[in-house]
Structure formats: C-alpha cells, structure tokens
C-alpha cells in the first residue's frame, strides 16, 4: 500500500467510490439518457411498436453502453408495457397500469457493444390513447474501461 493511500485510511479521508463513479470522475464514461414525455395511440397489445424515434441511441465506435435504470409512467386506463430493444429484440420489459408509474433499477447490468441500437418500444390495447412519461438512464463507457 503506498504511504499517502495508508496515511489517508489512517485520517478517515479515503472514500470508496463505485465502477462508474471512478470512469465518470477520470472521463472514460458519460451519462445518456432516453426522455420525453410522449402521446401513443396503442396498435394491439401484443404488436410493439416504437414509441418514439426520439427514443433511439447508437452506442458509437469505441465505446459500450449499461442500462442502468427504466422510469416511466402511464397516463391511459389500460395497462401498457415498454420494451426495451437492443437491434430490434426486447432486452427489458417494463410494465405500466393503469394511471401508474414505475421505476425499475436493473439489477443486471450488460454491456452492449458499439453499434448496437438501444430503442424503447410500447405495447398497448388496440385504440388506446395516453402519454408516456419516460427517463431511461445509460452510461456509455469507453472500450477497455
């Protein structure tokens, strides 16, 4: 251990800090996040479709992205879902009620490589109307970090 990282714990001003906090503090990751608030009318339940191309990112070259957490609420009287697509297959599913909301911190993080498309998606009741309210929360991570 060296002398100024001994002297440090021994003063009780050494914090811990976590993966991401450290590649966020030396510039080897950024936050990205996927927000709006977004009116649906719902195609069938079982039919996705994207919500909004808004809702799109391309992880860039020479770097990976981790989904961290989904938040999103529902304004419609009919239970919907969000999928979360990574190059057009559902990773995450994230149900909404009725006039509800939802927070998901997603236990299980992957890394998704550059070039992957990241989209959310809906699946709600033919007919139905609402808004969407929606903050998907990423990091995007340089390679080798």
Request: zero cysteines; aromatic letters at 6%; a negative charge.
């Amino acid at each position: 251990m060296r002398e100024d990282t001994l002297t440090q714990l021994m003063e009780g001003s050494l914090v811990s800090e976590s993966r991401l906090q450290f590649l966020t503090r030396t510039g080897k990751a950024a936050p990205q996040f996927l927000q709006g608030v977004y009116p649906f009318v719902g195609g069938g339940i079982v039919d996705l479709a994207p919500l909004n191309r808004e809702l799109s990112f391309e992880v860039p070259r020479g770097k990976s992205a981790e989904v961290l957490y989904i938040r999103a609420g529902n304004s419609s009287e009919e239970l919907v879902y969000l999928a979360l697509m990574a190059d057009g297959r559902p990773i995450r599913y994230v149900p909404l009620g009725p006039s509800a909301n939802q927070h998901v911190p997603l236990a299980i993080v992957e890394s998704r490589p550059a070039g992957t498309l990241l989209e959310v998606w809906l699946g709600a009741p033919k007919g139905v109307t609402g808004v969407i309210v929606i903050d998907v929360g990423l990091v995007v991570v340089q390679s080798g970090a």
